[in-house]
């Protein structure tokens, strides 16, 4: 009986021990990373879940020495598909569903997967999507921007070109490129955190520097003048 008590003991003594030894590690491990890793971890998260982005700042108009506008910016919204599973059965009811709204919506391959489904949406349409858009994590809306100039041959070669480059508009001929300090603004820049589906959470939307439009130039010469030069 007395050895059976010892070997009782001794059992229980190592079992203590273990589980002594195991709270000292699991203290150490739970110190270590919620205290020295901590912030590590948090920086690989937050490049994980937070994206940052930019805006456009809205570029300014080219008027002639009348006040006419020869030159400015439009903002469009256009639908696309951005299918991560190149399912044609899931295509063809999201398409189905976005022709209840656009009869005339059709699948455009844009790249790999992704398709362009309709241009140029008015706000009321926008509103009118919401239920799909929350329903199908693929669709998604994107702003497009677009420079338009007064529709003579003339005016357009003397207007010049722009091209969008880091968020803004960049001229990159004529007035639109000798006035280019003037005309561009600087863009915005923001943070947002996105879920699984790379979509953005509500209320992380965090802005980190404000848009500055541009300013507008008035030129020297009417339109009639540039017409007929």
């Not at 399912?87 to 063809?92: A, E, F, Q, T």
């Not at 059709?106 to 992704?114: E, F, G, P, T």
Request: charged residues 30%; aromatic residues 12%.
């Amino acid at each position: 009986m007395e050895n059976s008590s010892d070997n009782f003991k001794l059992q229980a003594a190592r079992l203590l021990w273990c589980i002594l030894i195991w709270a000292v590690l699991a203290s150490c491990w739970f110190f270590y990373y919620s205290v020295f890793a901590r912030q590590k971890y948090i920086e690989l998260g937050n490049k994980i879940a937070v994206r940052q982005g930019t805006y456009y700042a809205g570029r300014g108009r080219i008027l002639d020495k009348n006040d006419r506008v020869l030159a400015w910016s439009e903002k469009y919204f256009d639908l696309y598909l951005m299918s991560s599973e190149d399912d044609p059965n899931i295509r063809s009811m999201v398409v189905c569903k976005v022709a209840e709204i656009f009869p005339d919506a059709a699948l455009h391959r844009v790249k790999d997967s992704d398709f362009l489904l309709k241009r140029e949406i008015s706000p009321e349409k926008i509103l009118a999507l919401e239920p799909l858009l929350t329903k199908f994590p693929d669709l998604k809306i994107f702003p497009r921007t677009e420079r338009r100039v007064v529709d003579y041959a003339e005016v357009r070669n003397y207007i010049g070109r722009v091209e969008f480059k880091e968020g803004n508009q960049l001229g990159v001929s004529g007035i639109e490129k000798d006035y280019d300090n003037i005309l561009a603004g600087t863009c915005g820049i923001y943070e947002v955190m996105l879920d699984r589906h790379k979509n953005w959470v509500q209320g992380t939307w965090l802005l980190k520097r404000k848009a500055v439009p541009g300013n507008d130039v008035k030129l020297d010469v009417s339109l009639e003048e540039i017409k007929n030069n």
